[in-house]
């Protein structure tokens, strides 16, 4: 029996608005990016210009409505949230976050009653961190260290704007320039300061399984800072473990943690869990160690430290946290310390 598809899987073919086509559905790997109600195309400018095609899925998740108009509200706010924040980046020239190139709607025909896709086009990546993961047993040093500076700084840019990522991980970083350069890609998950995403209430923004612990138990730091930045430099340091051992940070927490102190099954307060958490952490961070090449090894293992610390009042650097003013969550010095560590790989990886 063929499945069904819903409109924003009948793109093929149609012709988009400024001379862009949606050539070809991509199909979607389980460890994909763009979302799980979403689906991918090549699309194809009149000039021969390529890009990535986001069509938003609506339809499957009103068909069970029983108020499918006041259902709709929701999601197109979500969309209009992210092209909109999308086209803010690109306006402001960010290096290291993907760029939208077009975004609009198209009616599919012959689907009673017409139905309408929102969609976005963004930059065609040759592919992601995750999928390079999944090729390589062991990734070269070099290209994680530059991957990891390029992250850092696409935060950095994006915390510049008072934006916050929230869902870093190697499925959402783009790779491009014969896989050289790393992009912040998915910002269906940020937060703007001073601006109510439409997922602002929600305890945890991004993928639950690379959330930082105090998400996961429910102590949601009381400053917007503490709370999204504070978040994007737990994802960084997850980034780390992820590169070199294949396994997030969470998930290498959660298995030296007592089942008693899980966060699905503890009822004391966070500060009572800290010790805990605190042990299995330390556990975590000796086990990536050990995958860290010897050279590298005591500066990254430092940087997890201080990006992944479970207390949030002593996440980020040292110095950025005993200054009296400025953001102790900064990412500035995270950026120089992975440009100075690819450098030196990079040096070293011409010279043997």
């Known amino acids: 029996m063929t499945p069904k598809l819903y409109p924003h899987e009948l793109l093929e073919g149609l012709a988009l608005k400024n001379e862009w086509m949606a050539v070809k559905r991509l199909e979607r790997s389980e460890s994909g990016s763009g979302g799980a109600f979403s689906c991918g195309y090549l699309a194809e400018r ?3 210009e390529r890009g990535y095609l986001k069509a938003l899925d609506f339809f499957s998740r009103l068909s069970e409505k029983a108020d499918p108009a006041r259902a709709l509200a929701p999601l197109l706010d979500a969309f209009n949230f992210e092209r909109d924040l999308l086209n803010k980046c690109r306006n402001s020239h960010l290096s290291r976050v993907v760029t939208a190139l077009d975004d609009g709607s198209v009616t599919v025909p012959n689907v009673p009653p017409p139905a309408t896709v929102q969609y976005i086009i963004f930059e065609l990546a040759e592919g992601d961190i995750r999928k390079q993961m ?3 047993d062991q990734l070269d040093t070099a290209w994680v260290l530059r991957s990891l500076h390029h992250l850092a700084l696409g935060l950095q840019q994006l915390h510049s704007m008072n934006v916050a990522h929230q869902d870093l991980k190697p499925s959402n970083a783009l790779l491009f320039d ?8 998915d910002l269906g998950r940020a937060a703007t300061k001073g601006i109510e995403p439409p ?7 991004g993928d639950r399984s690379y959330a930082p612990l105090e998400l996961l138990y429910g102590a949601v730091p009381a400053s917007w800072d503490g709370k999204r930045v504070g978040c994007d430099l737990y994802l960084l340091g997850s980034m780390i473990a992820s590169l070199f051992t294949g396994v997030a940070m969470t998930p290498l927490i959660k298995m030296g943690l007592d089942p008693h102190f899980h966060w699905s099954n503890w009822g004391g307060s966070y500060e009572e869990v800290l010790p805990y ?3 299995a952490f330390y556990e975590a961070i000796a086990y990536v160690s050990d995958e860290v090449p010897a050279t590298f090894r005591s500066e990254l293992t430092e940087v997890m430290m201080q ?3 479970p207390d949030t009042s002593l996440r980020g650097h040292p110095r950025d946290r005993s200054m009296a003013s400025g953001n ?5 010095r995270y950026v120089t310390h992975f440009d100075f560590l690819a450098n030196k790989a990079e040096i070293k990886f011409r010279n043997d």
Request: hydrophobic share 30%; with cysteine.
């Open 328 to 332: 102790p969550y900064s990412v500035r």
């Open 178 to 185: 014969d896989l050289k350069t790393s992009k912040l890609g």
């Open 307 to 309: 990006l992944c610390d």
């Open 134 to 136: 999944e090729k390589a």
């Open 199 to 205: 997922h602002y209430d929600f305890p945890i923004a």
């Open 46 to 48: 009149s000039n021969g």
């Open 277 to 279: 958490l605190r042990s």
